[in-house]
């Protein structure tokens, strides 16, 4: 069974600061997912990742299959920008995701 | 516009009822799924389904109950059994495929008292 690890598991950091949350996972994987969920506990999809590195906006994500590795990179950051930020992984069948517990966001004005 | 719509949004019971959680989907998906969110613990698996009529339990499926009868639809259903109900529920689908995207609803907070 795979072991999805985030870091950090709470960040606080000032408006306009670059965002680095990470994850590691412990076997390997189709695919790797990066979600953001509201106070309200909707989940919003950011990226799903495969390999490289993956930009939308101010995000960016970027994946290592051979560390097991990805990160999720927010630029410019923003107090909307606060959010749990969930890594997910994926293996190789339809038996669902393995997900990691959340890193809690929060950017100061 | 195509999505996965759970409902309520929240939901109240007293103890010892059952309470059915609905998920309807209009993206064509095969698999479905329900996870459940407890404060400072990951999503974990409930039960899923790759193609109507079958399903599978997931890691924590005691107490919980699914059918699926239509491929738009997989309800989940909180049975008395279930010792720590309170929780938020998530559902979620996507195609069966290597490297499908996954898609999810809102979904439900139940508080039960």
């Known amino acids: 069974k795979n072991e999805v690890e985030q870091s950090p598991q709470n960040l606080t950091a000032q408006e306009g600061e670059f965002i680095t949350i990470n994850c590691s996972y412990s076997?390997?994987?189709?695919?790797l997912h990066w979600l953001q969920q509201h106070p309200g506990g909707g989940i919003v999809s950011l990226f799903m990742?495969?390999?490289g590195k993956k930009k939308h906006g101010r995000l960016i994500a970027t994946i290592n299959i051979q560390e097991k590795h990805s990160s999720l990179h927010i630029t410019a950051s923003h107090p909307r920008d606060s959010a749990v930020y969930i890594c997910a992984v994926r293996g190789g069948g339809a038996d669902g995701l393995t997900f990691g517990k959340g890193t809690h966001l929060i950017i100061q004005p | 516009d195509g999505g996965i719509t759970q409902s309520p949004k929240y939901l109240f019971r007293k103890e010892g009822q059952n309470v059915t959680l609905s998920c309807e989907q209009n993206l064509n998906h095969d698999a479905m799924y329900w996870y459940r969110q407890d404060p400072g613990q990951g999503l974990r698996l409930i039960y899923y389904?790759?193609?109507?009529?079958?399903?599978q339990k997931g890691d924590i499926a005691e107490g919980y109950s699914v059918s699926r009868e239509k491929k738009e639809s997989f309800p989940l259903t909180v049975t008395s059994a279930q010792k720590n109900p309170t929780a938020f529920y998530l559902c979620a689908s996507s195609m069966p495929r290597v490297g499908d995207e996954a898609f999810f609803g809102q979904g439900t907070r139940l508080t039960v008292v």
């Open positions: 076997v390997g994987i189709s695919a």
């Open positions: 990742l495969s390999s």
């Open positions: 389904s790759q193609i109507v009529n079958d399903f």
